[in-house]
């Protein structure tokens, strides 16, 4: 595909865990708080508050900043921003996963002849699974977005904005939205997260500057 602008580094180039992931330090004050809180309560509340308090590992992934942005149009539409490595936790559950938070740095190209029209640019999070869901066979880690499933969107820029904004959106397994409740819920150990950017209709462009993704998993269970 042709695409005009640079290209965003990939997750391999520049991804992985970065500095301010959760630390082995703030690990420790995340168990010696729990080891606190059974010696004065019921074990098994334990794990909800520390929930609750969200008191999580964390592992972010991201593109990096670059100067110009990338430019997808609907010819080059769904452009892979970033592919996290496969996504781990320590904790031994069903739902290892409990958020997942997007931060993207884009905009529209500025302009558009009928504002009411609604924004056709746009972003979504898939899902490439660790295990296929038919077969139970593990997949290839260098399979292609052709086996994305569970894809949504995240969000769509703001129409005709001619200047970057940096979107924060937040999915939880405690959120009001079933489907995003659903979505991190079903995140398991191997799997990795897909951002793709999209644009449609002529003369739409979606402007991408930087992508990131940090993944939260339970600590305590």
Known sequence: MDHVGVTLPTAGESSGKQPHDTSQEQLRDIYHTTFLLRQKLVPDVVPAIIH???LFSRHTYSTGKVDHAVNV???????TCLTTDPINSSARTQTPFRKVLFAIQSRDQGWVSNRDGGSWTW???????????MTGETRDADQGDSFLIRERQIYRNDVASKEFKTHIIEWTTDSENEDERNWV???????????????RFGGWQNKV???SVAVYSAAIV
């Open 185 to 199: 819920s079903s995140l398991q150990r191997g799997d990795k997260i897909v951002v793709r950017a999209w644009a």
């Open 73 to 79: 149009a609907e010819r080059t539409a769904p452009y």
């Open 52 to 54: 609750h308090a969200g």
């Open 123 to 133: 972003f979504t999070a898939g899902v490439l699974s660790s295990q296929d869901a």
């Open 209 to 211: 500057k930087s992508v």
